[in-house]
């Protein structure tokens, strides 16, 4: 339940109850804003429709949005939240229609033009805020989006001066600390959030300016984290940083997946993907939703897990005001319909194989546009068998794309029956004359994936399912209540088999498996769900497994 007078009382009442409270309403509207555009819930919309009122009722005739007093302006995370404050505002805008949302943002964002900057008078945005400029330059991304909506050249001369300001002696040096090192922790301090919140700024100036030294500097910082800093589940940061080259801690004591964290990444990604339409992007989001970012909320409550190891339990939390992350994971939730599928280089693509249905147009092979409507419905990641029915304005010729994801074993597509040849490793582009009621149906396998520990986790493995990391929790294995070795050793093979009969009643969630040898014989080492759901009721859940070799 959204709390609205306690995600208000910081504006309302100002100083709010600690320093970064500002933050949440921003985040909320861009949640809610996104999750009523698939739904167009009507309940949701009266909800945000009065919290918005109230919201840019506090607004102060000079601009200001937030929630300190006047002696404290501009310092600790003043400006990180007029950040979020203009993102949620606009995005607010973007679906609604409703003008005073937008002129509130541009209000809030002349005000900060008119604060910072590098001429005589005005204030170093790099010290207005913590973590070496990171957060308060991170407010580059909602200048980018304003400078969008309105075409105003003083936002994008701002955006100039953050990205100018950054490679000052009081800056992050974002950009010469990437190309000069090649790593993330050489930018800044290492915090991931607020690093990867000023990636995501960047490549949006990118997009309106094509400066392509931007574009290669965030590919080394992409690289960069997959090779040496990313979570098998598709996180990164151990008290909230990005660690030493595959430094990757995951018991509950490293403060590690930071869900704050894993929301930008897959934002970052997000970026990356519609610049580049590659589909090594599409991956790392799918790997990111399916694994640590629902594994970071309780499929009951909706209460939140600040940090969510690997190793240990699950400590959700359900106070609004106290953790960023119950703000962060629902952005990261309500943005998936947006990541299922879309036009890529002006071709329709599908991207994660979901049940549901998209309405979107296309451009025909003649040039004309036209709408299409697609539906899809599919028990995956239980099964891998889905099926489209796709559904044309008009019989035209266009190409529609399926991506291929990494971890699926003999992948077949076809079109009312007839099997489409695959020439590509991750993507099969269908061009066709699609007419209505056309039937596409794609299998594949989920094969079992034994991934090692690596330096982290020597002689430990994980297991994998298609993109789900899976997971023991202590409900189903009651004599590994310790996190001990099992018995097992570094040439076991195993073999999975479908155990959901054990769930109980009120388990969310329909996955369990059975993780046995394969020599034959009927001997359950554990049962394994996938990470997502473990830990749901307050047990504790391990990734990484030790064998008895590694006990030795």
């Known amino acids: 339940m959204i709390d609205s007078a306690l995600l208000l009382s910081g504006f309302v009442h100002r100083p709010g109850a600690q320093t970064w409270v500002g933050e949440h309403m921003g985040k909320f509207l861009f949640s809610a804003s996104n999750t009523y555009r698939y739904t167009r819930d ?26 300190y007093l ?3 302006y501009w310092s600790a995370w003043d400006v990180w939240a007029h ?6 505002l606009i995005n607010y805008y973007a679906v609604t229609g409703y003008t005073p949302a937008l002129r509130a943002a541009t209000k809030a964002a002349d005000l900060i033009c008119s604060t910072f900057g590098d001429e005589p008078g005005k204030l170093d945005l790099n010290k207005s805020g913590s973590q070496a400029g990171m957060a308060s330059g991170s407010i580059l991304e909602p200048m980018i989006d304003i400078y969008r909506y309105t075409g105003d050249q003083k936002y994008l001369l701002f955006a100039k001066y953050i990205l100018r300001n950054w490679e000052t002696a009081t800056g ?11 790593k993330v922790t050489k930018v800044g301090n290492a915090k991931a959030y607020e690093m990867m919140s000023c990636f995501v700024g960047i490549l949006k100036y990118y997009k309106l300016t094509g400066d392509t030294q931007y574009l290669q500097a965030l590919n080394i910082a992409w690289q960069d984290i997959v090779d040496n800093r990313l979570y098998i589940t598709g996180t990164a940061s151990a ?22 964290v894993t929301m930008t990444w897959i934002q970052f990604n997000e970026q990356l993907l519609k610049i580049t339409g590659e589909m090594k992007y599409a991956e790392e989001i799918e790997k990111a939703v399916y694994n640590h970012l629902f594994a970071a909320e309780n499929p009951e409550t909706g ?39 879309g036009t890529i280089n002006n071709e329709f693509s599908i991207l994660l194989y979901e049940a549901g249905e998209v309405r979107d147009s296309v451009i025909a ?4 546009r036209m709408f299409l409507h697609i539906k899809c419905t599919t028990d995956f990641p239980s099964e891998g068998k889905v099926i489209y029915i796709i559904n044309p304005s008009s019989s035209k010729e266009f190409a529609i794309n399926f991506r291929i994801p990494g971890w699926a074993a003999r992948y077949t597509l076809t079109v009312n029956g007839e099997k489409q040849k695959i020439t590509e490793k991750q993507s099969i582009k269908v061009k066709r004359v699609w007419k209505a009621n056309d039937k596409v149906i794609v299998r594949f396998d989920m094969p079992l994936q034994i991934l090692n520990g690596g330096a982290s986790y020597p002689g430990f493995i ?30 076991t093979k195993f073999a999975i088999s479908d155990a959901s009969n054990v769930l109980p009643e009120r388990w969310i969630g329909n996955q369990a498996y059975n993780i046995t040898p394969h020599n034959g014989k009927k001997q359950t080492l554990f049962i394994l769900v996938p990470f997502a759901d473990a830990g749901q009721q307050s047990t504790r859940q391990q990734v990484w497994i030790a064998s008895s070799d590694a006990a030795r």
């Not at 909230?240 to 595959?246: S, T």
């Open 239 to 260: 008290h909230e940083r990005f660690q030493d080259d595959h430094n990757l801690p995951a018991e509950t004591r490293d403060k590690m997946g930071e869900g704050c």
């Open 303 to 341: 209460c939140v897990s600040y940090y969510t190891a690997l190793q240990g339990g699950k400590p959700y939390q359900c106070n609004q005001l106290n953790s960023c992350c119950l703000s962060s994971v629902p952005m990261g939730i309500s943005s998936i319909p947006g990541l299922v599928w």
């Open 42 to 67: 009507q309940r949701l919309k009266t909800l945000m429709d009065d919290m918005l009122k109230k919201y840019i009722a506090t607004q102060l005739p000079d601009g200001y949005l937030g929630t």
């Open 70 to 72: 006047s002696k404290d």
């Open 83 to 88: 950040k979020y404050a203009i993102i949620g």
């Open 462 to 491: 994980a297991f994998k399912r298609g993109p789900q990391v899976l997971a023991m929790d202590s409900l189903f294995n009651e004599r590994n209540n310790g996190m001990l070795p099992v018995a097992f050793t570094k040439d």
């Open 172 to 182: 992050p040096k974002i950009f010469s600390g990437l190309e000069q090192y090649g």
């Open 365 to 368: 092979a003649d040039g004309a």
